[in-house]
Every structure is written in structure tokens, then in C-alpha cells.
């Protein structure tokens, strides 16, 4: 539930990103909008910081981006996602607050100075430290300012770590402002000495102690890897959510009490190992010991869990699905990317007037070196477009260009195609790769940001960007443009091909947004010299290597 002063600003905010071209823009919106609200919690303590408007656009670096996104705008992502975020930063320090939950102005603040992007690390910089500003909230609503030793040990600490001193909220709050008033007075949050579950046996507090530890070491290895071997910024939030989430369900249960029952000396599993254990022979090796504990650590919290609390084990339940999914995406991603590292450039072709001709131009495609030909032809019979694949996949055999069909996993199954290419409003991910196995390449259009971060998840291998412009060959409504394809290069690791009225003479500038690979038509099956066409764009793309 929001308060009134956070439905305001979040309007605010959503007026102002309407006009932001990346989706970053969502968290200097909210920031913005906070500053608007001016006689709110987050504003005043902002102020305290010197931080206002003219600070924002003067010093803040991701302000000072805004300006080098050119070109047409890309649609924005839904606010549930982006706001959403903002909240998960902000669920170890929302844990110690009373139910019904009313998320304030300072919690909004608090989950962007909690988060890992650009503007937190300038607002820290600033003096917004997270664990400065828990510290000043809890106060802000009578609870003791000074939070356990213990919760500064490592910023993964479980929320319930922190318990606010078992006072009741003084009668004048320090914050006066009337912008958001709370239904009732806070209630002090559970004192160690009134656990909120059953009894729990000094066992049953060690094993879910070692099982939390264990899934919080694996997320940050597996954040880890994310964030600077595979450098991919949506997986990498992912994790970091997770492991939020995690803290906040452990906060549930006893952490002191929980660390009172710990005997690592007495464990008689520390000294267990093997060899393997000891040794990884690459960083890949590092993700996948990583993934496999985490999924054991969070089945062995669920279980144990239920004899504590149904509803903790139910979260854990929750978590440990939606880490088989991100583990998954990061597999997907890893083993795309080595498949695909030198496939860069894509050209879609049609059926041709003849068999002769597809098949002509098939050809001198393959020797050109074109990496990936896909067919995509709606106007032929199953019968004719079954033969015209086939005639494809004989022409690729033995050459490194890999062949693939659009919109048709029966097909591409049937011709031993390398793959399938898919819409959004065509077959799902999963349904193409029940037909074309394990494999096969499955690869989908996306159309935004949130398409991209989806087929992602989703297990897609290569993802098409676009429309970039205007395209003699597929009309949209909207062209979203070079910015699109600059915040998927910037976010997602998976291959993605531009794709939409790209020639070689905008090349250049989609080139340099860092996506992976150009997907074009007309500019070389409608070229002079398909051949000449070909290696211009190849050129073009070695400059960017």
C-alpha cells in the first residue's frame, strides 16, 4: 500500500519518464519526483545532502547520459517492473516495519540508494549510504536508531538482524511533514524474546542456518560471474533480486537466534570435501558449482522450513523456481554466445520467383560468407516452402553459415534446419523447442526492452532487435529505433541482431550502439551484387569488432 505522498510522486514520476528514451530514465523519474514532492520525507532528506534539481542535471552522471540518446524513442517499459525493483532494494529494511505495509516516500529513496545502477552510486557518493539512511528511517519512526552490530557485517545480513529497540513511537514523530501520515501508530517490531513462530529445536535453527548461508554464497558467486564474466546486466539484477528476496524471507524466521545455535567448530561436515570440491577447471565450472548449490541450499531451507513456518517455506518455494529459471537463462546465454560468437552477420531471404533462383542465391550468399540465411516466405504452400528449406539446409551443409526458417519448427524439424526464428505472436519459445530439440536454434523478435529481458528468461538462444527503421520488407506502426537497440546491447549478453531498413549506410551507427550483429534484407538481396553487398557489411562489422 502507498501512502499519499508515494501515489503523488509516482505520478509525477511516470508524467516524466514518458518522455525518457531508455529505461533508466524510470529511476531518474522517481528520483525527480521525489524532489517534486517537496515537503515529503525523501525530499527533506535529500535536501540535508544538497541534492536538488540543479544538482541532478549539473553533477549526476546518469543525467548527463540523457542527453546522447538521440533518435526515435523507444516505448517505455511498465511501471510495475520498474517500481517493483525500486521495492526489492528496499525489502531489508521494509521487514521491520508493522502489517498492513505502507510504503513511504523514504522507502522509495531507500530502494534507490539500495539498488546497483548509476544514480545509487552517485547518491551514495553524496553521503546517502544505505546503511546511514536504514539507521535514520528506523529513528524517523521511533525505533531504536542503533541497529545490532551484527546487521553491518555484510550487506546480504537478513533484515531481522536489525530489531528496533522494544519502545513504542514517540508522540511527535521527527518528521512533521503531513504528506504521508500512517493509518495507526507502528508497533514495535518482535522482541528475540517472542519468536513468531513455534518453537524450533536447536537442530532444525542449524540446519536452516547453514542451508541460508550456503544459498547466500552461491547467489553472490553466481552474481558475480554474471556481473563481470558474462557482463549481463538484466541477469545480473535478477540475482540480485533474488538475493534480496531471500533476505527478506530468512528475516522471518529467528536470525539471532539462529546465530546463537551456529557451532562451525563442532559441524562435523567441515572437514568433508573431495577433490572436485577443490578444484574448477574453468570459470564456467565456478557458475555451475554455484547453481547447484544454490538449488540444494534453497530445497533444504523449503523443507526444514515447513516445520517452522508454512508460509517461510512457501517464499523459499517461490525463490527456488525462479532460480532454476535465471539459472537456465545464464546457460542459454553462455552456450548462445559461444555458438554464435562469430555469426554476426544475418540476411533473410523470400522464396525467390524460381526454385533455380532461391537456389542461386542461396549460394553465392554461403560464399560470400553470410553467417546466418534465414527463410521467410508466407506466400508459399507448406509443400513448396518444405522444399524450398530443404534446398536451403543442402545448400549451408558443409559451409559455417547456418540455415534457418521462420515461424515453422515442423518445418525447420523436418529439413534438419539449424534452427527457428519466431514473433511474438507466433510460437512460444518453449513450444518451438519441444518441436526442433534441444539443439536447434530457437531465436525471437522483440520489440522493446521487456520483449528482450522475456525471450531471455524464456530460453531463447539470439534475439532480433528492432524495428530500427523504416523497412521496405515488414511494416510497424511504430519504428522504435537505434536507442532500443542501444539499451538491449547495454543490458542483455544474449546475441541480438538489429534488424530494419539497416544498408550500409546507417550500419555504422547501429554498429556502434554495441549490439552484436546486423539483420538485414533488401540491402543485400535487392543489391546490385548481393556478393559486393556482403562484404561491405562485413567490413563494416569488423570495425566494430
Given amino acids: 500500500m502507498l501512502t499519499a505522498g508515494s501515489s503523488r510522486v509516482i505520478d509525477h514520476a511516470k508524467q516524466l519518464a514518458a518522455d525518457e528514451p531508455l529505461e533508466n530514465g524510470c529511476l531518474r523519474a522517481l528520483l525527480l519526483g521525489l524532489l517534486a514532492e517537496s515537503e515529503c520525507r525523501a525530499a527533506l532528506m535529500l535536501a540535508e545532502q544538497g541534492i536538488d534539481e540543479a544538482s541532478l542535471h549539473g553533477q549526476c552522471p546518469a543525467f548527463q547520459h540523457v542527453a546522447e540518446a538521440t533518435g526515435v524513442r523507444v516505448v517505455r517499459p511498465g511501471w510495475d517492473a520498474a517500481i517493483g525493483g525500486v521495492i526489492a532494494a528496499a525489502q531489508p529494511l521494509l521487514v521491520d516495519f508493522p502489517r498492513p505495509l505502507e510504503i513511504s516516500t523514504e522507502h522509495l529513496l531507500y530502494g534507490l540508494v539500495a539498488g546497483e545502477h548509476e544514480l545509487a552510486d552517485w547518491l551514495v557518493e553524496q553521503g546517502l549510504a544505505p546503511g546511514k539512511l536504514r539507521r535514520q528511517i528506523l529513528q524517523l519512526h521511533g525505533y531504536g536508531a542503533e541497529p545490532l552490530e551484527c546487521a553491518e557485517l555484510t550487506d546480504d545480513a537478513p533484515s531481522s538482524e536489525v530489531h528496533p529497540a522494544n519502545s513504542s513511537p514517540p508522540a511527535n514523530s521527527a518528521d512533521t511533514a503531513s504528506a504521508e501520515p500512517f493509518a495507526a501508530p507502528l508497533a514495535s517490531p518482535p522482541s528475540d524474546s517472542a519468536p513468531r513462530q513455534h518453537d524450533v529445536s536447536v537442530a532444525t535453527l542449524r540446519v536452516l542456518d547453514a542451508s541460508a548461508n550456503r544459498a547466500r554464497e552461491a547467489l553472490r558467486v553466481a552474481e558475480d560471474y554474471t556481473r563481470f564474466v558474462l557482463n549481463d546486466r538484466h541477469l545480473t539484477e535478477r540475482l540480485k533480486q533474488l538475493r534480496h528476496r531471500l533476505a527478506a524471507a530468512l528475516a522471518t524466521i529467528e536470525g539471532p537466534q539462529r546465530y546463537a545455535c551456529r557451532d562451525t567448530p563442532g559441524d562435523v561436515g567441515t572437514e568433508l570435501t573431495t577433490a572436485s570440491e577443490r578444484n574448477r577447471p574453468d570459470v564456467d565450472a565456478v557458475l555451475t558449482a554455484a547453481c547447484k548449490r544454490l538449488g540444494e541450499s534453497l530445497r533444504s531451507l523449503e523443507e526444514f522450513g515447513k516445520t517452522v513456518d508454512d508460509a517461510f517455506a512457501a517464499s523459499i518455494e517461490r525463490i527456488r523456481y525462479d532460480a532454476y529459471t535465471v539459472e537456465a537463462a545464464l546457460h542459454v546465454t553462455r552456450g548462445a554466445l559461444a555458438r554464435l560468437s562469430d555469426a554476426r552477420l544475418y540476411v533473410l531471404v523470400d522464396a525467390c520467383a524460381t526454385e ?11 560464399t560470400a560468407g553470410v553467417d546466418v540465411i534465414q527463410l521467410r516466405d508466407k506466400r508459399l504452400t507448406d509443400r513448396e516452402l518444405v522444399e524450398r528449406a530443404r534446398r536451403l539446409c543442402a545448400v549451408a551443409a558443409g559451409s559455417r553459415t547456418l540455415a534457418i526458417i521462420n515461424d515453422r519448427p515442423d518445418i525447420a524439424a523436418a529439413v534438419g534446419a539449424a534452427g527457428v526464428h519466431v514473433g511474438q ?18 531465436g525471437v523478435s522483440t520489440h522493446s526492452l521487456d520483449d528482450a529481458r522475456r525471450a531471455a528468461l524464456d530460453g531463447a538462444d539470439y534475439i532480433g532487435v528492432g524495428p530500427t527503421f523504416p523497412s521496405t520488407t515488414k511494416r510497424f506502426a ?3 529505433g537505434v536507442p532500443l537497440v542501444a539499451a538491449v546491447a547495454q543490458e542483455i549478453r544474449l546475441p541480438a541482431f538489429a ?17 552484436h550483429g546486423l539483420a538485414v534484407a533488401a540491402a543485400v538481396t535487392q543489391a546490385r551484387d548481393p556478393a559486393i553487398a556482403v562484404s561491405e557489411l562485413r567490413a563494416l562489422l569488423g570495425r566494430f569488432a
Avoid at 499 to 515: D, H, Q, W, Y
Fill in 356 to 366: 533455380a533462383s532461391f537456389v542461386s542465391l542461396a549460394e553465392e550468399l554461403v
Fill in 478 to 480: 511504430d519504428y522504435l
Fill in 499 to 515: 534488424i530494419g531498413g539497416i544498408t550500409t549506410t546507417n550500419a555504422a551507427e547501429v554498429l556502434a550502439t554495441g549490439i
Fill in 425 to 442: 505472436d507466433e510460437v512460444r519459445v518453449r513450444d518451438a523447442r519441444a518441436i526442433v530439440g534441444a539443439g536447434a536454434l530457437v
